[in-house]
């Protein structure tokens, strides 16, 4: 990616903002958008973050944790979309394909744009993506995925783009969330399922994240299994050996909840997000 579209430095915009491509769209088409943005950056312009949420294996709490990042962000008054680029498993419901978690960071957000642009391959297989997307007889590729990424930071002030599986899940044959997240050249915020053996796991994501030359802006402990021993003791070894700020540790929970778990993440580390209000 060229270097101008990095959002990976914390500076505020200032006299040269940052332009992303706006595809014309007909009247009808228009972006529903709930809220205007209240707070603002430098000179009187919109305030921008982005992040993309990567974790360290399948359901751990990825989607979550990006819903309540854009709980967050929807509280400060910013116009946030949550972006789920690729989602297997979607069944359909009122003529159209849903997704669990694409669904919940839609509802999260409060940007409503089409769904072919928050998730560009809706898979119906729920198998890993590149099985899912060759018996769906889908070819998953990165340039719908930036541009929708594109359309979506052109409508927004926040967006959180959610990865799929842990961070190196293959997408197709040469191409894997790695690359792509190398591609949209994010901060990353790495969601760590604490059970047993999640210190190699979080530590081998974390050399991943910096070997592609990404900025790994922070991590959440969320609680997984609640019999977990010495859960404390796992925290402390991973804060010790991780290069990014821990944003918050999320209790075990049997029902999900982003709300609460926005409760327990303090993300005023993050590259570009949102000073507190007076």
Same mark, same amino acid.
């Given at each position: ?7 990976? +430095? ?9 332009? @992303?491509?706006?595809? #014309? &769209? ?5 972006? #529903? $958008? ?6 603002? %950056? ?14 360290? +294996?399948? #359901? ?6 990006? %819903? ?32 669990? =978690? ?6 999260? !957000? ?28 889908? &070819?998953?590729?990165? @340039? ?16 959180? *783009?959610?990865?799929? !599986? ?13 690359? $792509? %997240? ?8 790495? @969601? ?10 979080? $530590?081998?994501? @974390? ?8 900025? $790994?802006? !922070? ?5 997984? =299994?609640?019999?977990?021993?010495? %859960? ?26 982003? *709300? ?19």
């Amino acid at each position: 990616m060229n270097d101008e579209l990095s959002l990976n +430095d914390p500076i505020a915009p200032t006299a040269d903002p940052l332009i @992303v491509p706006v595809v #014309e &769209t007909e009247p009808d088409d228009a972006p #529903e $958008l709930e809220a205007a943005p209240m707070i603002q %950056a430098v000179g009187s312009l919109p305030w921008r973050f982005s992040c993309f949420v990567t974790g360290t +294996d399948t #359901e751990i709490g990825k989607t979550m944790i990006s %819903a309540a990042i854009l709980h967050q962000l929807v509280a400060k008054g910013l116009r946030a979309c949550g972006m789920k680029p690729v989602a297997a498993g979607a069944a359909m419901r009122d003529g159209e394909l849903h997704n669990d =978690d694409a669904d919940l960071l839609r509802a999260a !957000g409060n940007v409503h744009l089409p769904v072919n642009l928050t998730t560009p391959f809706m898979l119906r297989t729920p198998a890993a993506p590149h099985i899912a997307a060759a018996i769906d007889g889908v &070819t998953i590729a990165p @340039v719908p995925i930036i541009a929708a990424y594109a359309e979506i930071a052109a409508a927004s002030d926040a967006v959180v *783009v959610e990865g799929v !599986g842990g961070f190196r899940v293959p997408l197709t044959d040469d191409f894997d969330t790695a690359d $792509l %997240a190398a591609q949209l050249n994010l901060p990353v915020v790495l @969601v760590v399922g604490m059970r047993l053996g999640c210190i190699s796991h979080a $530590l081998l994501t @974390v050399e991943a994240i910096i070997a592609r030359n990404l900025v $790994l802006a !922070g991590w959440v402990a969320n609680q997984i =299994d609640p019999d977990m021993q010495y %859960a404390d003791e796992n925290v402390a070894a991973l804060a010790a050996r991780i290069p990014a700020p821990l944003l918050g540790r999320v209790p075990f929970m049997d029902q999900p909840d982003h *709300v609460r778990a926005a409760s327990c993440i303090d993300l005023a580390a993050l590259p570009g997000w949102p000073p507190a209000g007076d």
